[in-house]
């Protein structure tokens, strides 16, 4: 499934194959890796970049949104004559001149929810289930709690690993769950069910969402490459004001019912 790496890439990926972590070994998992991204804001544009040019071999993008002023402050894929434009078309085109290694694909739709055939929106038709099995990773970039869960039950369906961001404020939140290893993003939201706010209305610091959706890259690329150690069954969280980067640890539950049955092995350690 790996392809080996022609010598022009592998002069342009020197500086990360020089690392003994990742070698050419890492490098053409890279470009071998389908990661799938869900929502094309802020914390979006920072995780595709960064994954683009760091050699993922196909990025898929799904917003339903345009491009808006108060976006440019953050989303850096985005340039002003792109306002009023589809996000994903306008990404996927400043994505291909960064990395012509990487494919990127654009859907501009939303998920369907779950009672979508009820009262379906104006969103074109996406294919839950295909979306997610059919790729590698996925990283939420998304802002409300309904989509996260519906993605967070997909991946555990589909046993497809979950790299989540959250940025408010001044504040930042990152969440990994591995499917048959980890407690899930649902097990997350009994421990913090914050009240829901976006940042439409609490507003945010342009770094930090920045600067999560980077992390979330890293996470990822960790994943996909075997590389290191990623923090499961923890919150990360980082304030952009006092500098502090904390980590919480999740305590041992069987009672989720979107990850309780598959961690059965892995979580009966006397918890
Ligand atoms: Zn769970």
Redesign the pocket.
Known sequence: MKAPLTTKQVMRYNRQIVLPQIDIDGQELLASSRVLIIGVGGLGNAAATSLCGSGVGKITLVDEDIVEHTNLPRQTLFDETQVGHSKVAAAKARLSQLNSDCVTVGIEASLQSDNSQLADTHSAEINNDELISEHDIVLDCTDNTQSRDLINRLCYKHGVPLISGAAIRFEGQLFVAKPGES??Y??LRRLFSAPELSCTEAGIFSPVVNIVGTYQALLAMQVLMGVGSVPLNTLLTFDGLQHEWQQWSLPNTMQ?D???EQNKDTNNTDG
Request: hydrophobic letters at 25%; aromatic letters at 0%.
């Open positions: 407690q899930c649902a097990c989720c979107v990850c309780g």
